[in-house]
T-cell receptor
Framework: AQSVTQPDIHITVSEGASLELRCNYS??????LFWYVQSPGQGLQLLLK??????LVQGIKGFEAEFKRSQSSFNLRKPSVHWSDAAEYFC??????????FGKGTKLSVKP | DTEVTQTPKHLVMGMTNKKSLKCEQH?????MYWYKQKAKKPPELMFV???????INESVPSRFSPECPNSSLLNLHLHALQPEDSALYLC?????????????FGPGTRLTVL
């Protein structure tokens, strides 16, 4: 069965530092991959997505992600974190029924 | 515009009440979804509508009853809920194309069952 793994439950970074959130997927074919962000009590906002083509994907708010088939990974990066980036981040892949399969999420805290 | 709206934002109900959650999108999407999200957990899929027809029901108890009256509107009717049903209920929509997996989420309804 398809699955998405986010190995880090909680990450704390200092404001201005770089960020990398890890995501691994299990799927035989080329997956559809997504990163969403959720602020407390809010809905999910789409940061970026990968379907095919260029393996480095640019998203909103200065985020990017790189698809690496050899590592079954789709890690999210940002060169300089802002305090407003503190939130829960979910990696997801497209399921066989058009549904989304979510990882368990990574909570990002930002230190001043 | 990628906006999905949900009303109400908050809802408190007793176990004998009947209430409804509403979701609306005007992006021309033909797939709409209901998710349930408990604290510190990812969203769990409940229902999927495709062209106003129910296509996926993830074994959701019958006290949750979805309805899709038209392509822009999705309702979730609630009746005889339990306290463990308290959660954030999220609606999402997506186009029925190769981009069908790109789901756009509403802000959610925070439901508390007393």
């Amino acid at each position: 069965a398809q699955s998405v793994t986010q190995p880090d439950i909680h990450i704390t970074v200092s404001e201005g530092a770089s960020l990398e959130l890890r995501c691994n997927y299990s799927y035989g074919a080329t997956p559809y991959l997504f990163w969403y962000v959720q602020s407390p009590g809010q809905g999910l906002q789409l940061l970026l997505k990968y379907f095919s083509g260029d393996t480095l994907v640019q998203g909103i708010k200065g985020f990017e992600a790189e698809f690496k088939r050899s590592q079954s990974s789709f890690n999210l990066r940002k060169p300089s974190v802002h305090w407003s980036d503190a939130a829960e981040y979910f990696c997801a892949s497209g399921g066989s029924q058009g549904n989304l399969i979510f990882g368990k999420g990574t909570k990002l805290s930002v230190k001043p | 515009d990628t906006e999905v709206t949900q009303t109400p934002k908050h809802l408190v109900m007793g176990m004998t009440n009947k209430k409804s959650l509403k979701c609306e999108q005007h992006m021309g999407h033909r797939a709409m979804y209901w998710y349930k999200q408990k604290a510190k957990k990812p969203p769990e899929l409940m229902f999927v509508y495709s062209y106003e027809k129910l296509s996926i029901n993830e074994s959701v108890p019958s006290r949750f009853s979805p309805e899709c009256p038209n392509s822009s509107l999705l309702n979730l009717h609630l009746h005889a809920l339990q306290p463990e049903d308290s959660a954030l209920y999220l609606c999402a929509s997506s186009p029925l194309t190769k981009l069908a997996y790109t789901q756009y989420f509403g802000p959610g309804t925070r439901l508390t069952v007393l």
